[in-house]
Nanobody, 117 residues
Framework: VQLVESGGGLVQPGGSLRLSCAASGFTFSSYAMSWYRQAPGRERELVAAITSAGGSTDYADSVKGRFTISRDNAKNTVYLQMNSLNPEAADVYYC???????????WGQGTQVTVSS
């Protein structure tokens, strides 16, 4: 299994980024997927989740209305559109399946999001 996150970078407050996670090594379309974020010294936390077919999504309260998770099962890729970014969103973002921790895949390298003027 391989999860490769990309799309992070430096953005000004109020700006937007679109993160991508390319998955391989498993039947992507069979798994609900999630985006997580982690700040230095803190636990990873769930940001957004999407069902296997993409018909249902859920978000952390802190990002509702600003972030949108989506997926393309033909491309084995899950996305996170992040709008109206604020400095609190500056973390390393990871994707993984939505299962309990012991059932998750090995983590990828993540993609760094920096929000600064």
């Amino acid at each position: 299994v391989q999860l490769v996150e990309s799309g992070g970078g430096l953005v000004q407050p109020g700006g937007s980024l679109r993160l991508s996670c390319a998955a391989s090594g498993f039947t992507f379309s069979s798994y609900a997927m999630s985006w997580y974020r982690q700040a230095p010294g803190r636990e990873r936390e769930l940001v957004a989740a999407i069902t296997s077919a993409g018909g249902s999504t859920d978000y952390a309260d802190s990002v509702k209305g600003r972030f949108t998770i989506s997926r393309d099962n033909a491309k084995n890729t899950v996305y996170l559109q992040m709008n109206s970014l604020n400095p609190e969103a500056a973390d390393v973002y990871y994707c993984n399946n939505i299962k309990a921790a012991r059932f998750r895949f090995d983590w990828g390298q993540g993609t760094q999001v920096t929000v600064s003027s």
